[in-house]
Structure formats: structure tokens, C-alpha cells
């Protein structure tokens, strides 16, 4: 008996999500960033106690004047919901969301150190591991 094999020409050998990931020391933290593009988001972790932490969500609205920048509002899904962790969520990834073309961003926050230094060197890691 013969056995068929049929090929999809429509199915492409590429995973279903990308990810990347890298450990760089920020102001003398080990720092773990983790970011993985799925279709209708982008995930990115960021984390210093190697847990998720605070589960934040980015999402851009077109405003009528500037279509080019949307706002971006940020809503806490899991955590402690405080002014600086909104604060925090769009500093670091804001530019994620333009990049991707206005893509969603779901941000896993848990940082030792909060300096304006450590957010800028973060930004730096985050953008190393482009994957949008």
C-alpha cells in the first residue's frame, strides 16, 4: 500500500509565536527581558525577582488631531495598580507599540531598581530583543 503525503503549499515552516529573550546586568541588577510577538499583541517581561509581577496593559487609540502617535492608555491586569507603574509601563514600552504599528502591549513588570538610569538602560534591552 502506498502512502500519500500531501503538502500545503499554504502552510510556511515559521513558529507560531517569536520570542527572544536576554540577561544583561542593569545598575547592578540581573535583569531578565523577555519579549514574544503573537498576532494581536505583543508580551514583553521584564523582571529582576525572575517572576512576572505586575501584569500591565498598553493599548493605543487613534486621537483625531495625530494619527501618527497615539495615545496610549495603560490599564493594571494583576498587581498593585499605582500611579508609578503606569508611569513605568509607557516609558518603557511605548515605542514597542509605534514600532509594531500600533500593536497592543501586554508589559510583566518586576524591577528592584526604579531609576530614570535603570528605565533607560531597560528601553535599550528591551529594544535588543526586537521581535515586532
Same mark, same amino acid.
Do not use: M, R, Y
Given at each position: 500500500m502506498e502512502s500519500c503525503h500531501l503538502k500545503d503549499s499554504t502552510m510556511e515552516a515559521r513558529p507560531i509565536v517569536t520570542s527572544k529573550q536576554k &540577561?544583561? &546586568? +542593569? =545598575?547592578?541588577? #540581573? /535583569?531578565? &527581558? %523577555? =519579549? /514574544? *510577538?503573537?498576532?494581536?499583541h505583543i508580551l514583553v517581561v521584564v523582571t529582576q525577582y525572575g517572576k512576572m509581577g505586575t501584569l500591565v @496593559? $498598553?493599548?493605543? @487609540? %487613534? %486621537?483625531? !488631531?495625530?494619527? =501618527?502617535?497615539? *495615545?496610549?492608555?495603560t490599564r493594571v491586569l494583576l498587581g498593585q495598580d499605582? #500611579?508609578?507603574i503606569h508611569v513605568f509601563a509607557? !516609558?518603557? +514600552?511605548?515605542? %514597542?507599540?509605534?514600532?509594531a504599528g500600533n500593536r #497592543?502591549? $501586554? $508589559?510583566?513588570? *518586576?524591577?528592584?531598581?526604579?531609576?530614570v538610569e535603570g528605565v533607560r538602560a531597560l528601553k535599550e534591552v528591551i529594544r535588543s530583543c526586537q521581535v515586532w
Open positions: &540577561v544583561e &546586568v +542593569v =545598575c547592578g541588577v #540581573p /535583569t531578565q &527581558v %523577555v =519579549c /514574544t *510577538a503573537f498576532s494581536s @496593559s $498598553l493599548e493605543p @487609540s %487613534v %486621537v483625531a !488631531n495625530d494619527i =501618527c502617535k497615539p *495615545a496610549i492608555s499605582e #500611579p508609578l509607557k !516609558n518603557l +514600552v511605548t515605542f %514597542v507599540s509605534q514600532e #497592543p502591549i $501586554l $508589559l510583566a513588570l *518586576a524591577l528592584k531598581d526604579k531609576s
